[in-house]
């Protein structure tokens, strides 16, 4: 929904690199849409015991939230008109992130979503963060809509295999890395945007009534 990514790339590997050990890109990439226990834990395989994980901890939120403040967070295209058609039809939606909730609410607030969503789901309200379907098993419970039934808009590959596995048809909006190879077989359809997204959905409500 929105375009938080790049700014955890750069204070992720900012941070990485003033404390001596270099996170490329793609080991950033193995990251991407996972709750952020995990992430330090692959942090720590990667580079071993010796990650200094306490100041990591402590200095990378302050290079995000500055980022952020600066540059603002953008809504991605298409998001507004989406979110018209929802309410429009009085579909229920929920956000279902690896975000903790104090990043998810600063985050929205900043792209202007805020008070937007009834139901929000963080990654540290469910045993297992995505690629396991933990996180949007509990939001279709919340929603009180069986998974079969939901649709699930993602971008990252854990978060399509955590939808797939869910048993939502899984709509696939790549960020800026293109779909692995399993997240093309585990998604329902791969579309190039928010707009397709629209289209899609638009075009099923049709035909549903």
């Not at 790049?6 to 080991?27: I, K, N, S, V």
């Not at 939230?65 to 603002?72: I, R």
């Not at 507004?80 to 939606?93: F, G, K, S, V, W």
Request: glycine share 8%; charged share 20%.
């Amino acid at each position: 929904m929105i375009d938080t990514e790049p700014m955890y790339q750069h204070a992720w590997q900012r941070a990485c690199g003033e404390l001596g050990f270099t996170l490329d890109d793609e080991g950033y990439a193995a990251l991407v849409g996972r709750p952020t226990a995990d992430c330090e834990d692959e942090l720590v395989t990667r580079f071993g015991p010796q990650f200094p994980m306490s100041l990591f901890r402590a200095s990378w939120p302050p290079m995000w939230h500055a980022l952020a403040q600066d540059h603002g967070i953008r809504c991605k295209p298409g998001l507004q008109e989406l979110l018209a058609l929802l309410e429009e039809h009085r579909l229920p939606c929920a956000v279902a992130t690896s975000s903790d909730p104090d990043f998810t609410e600063f985050s929205l607030g900043q792209a202007g979503l805020a008070g937007r969503f009834a139901l929000i789901v963080t990654g540290d309200q469910v045993p297992n963060g995505k690629p396991a379907p933990d996180i949007y098993l509990e939001a279709a419970r919340r929603l009180g809509v069986p998974p079969r039934d939901c649709a699930a808009v993602e971008d990252s590959d854990a978060g399509v295999l955590a939808a797939s596995a869910a048993g939502m048809m899984t709509l696939c909006v790549p960020d800026s890395r293109p779909p692995s190879p399993t997240a093309v077989a585990a998604a329902f359809r791969v579309l190039r945007s928010l707009d397709d997204v629209h289209e899609l959905l638009t075009h099923t409500l049709a035909v549903g009534r």
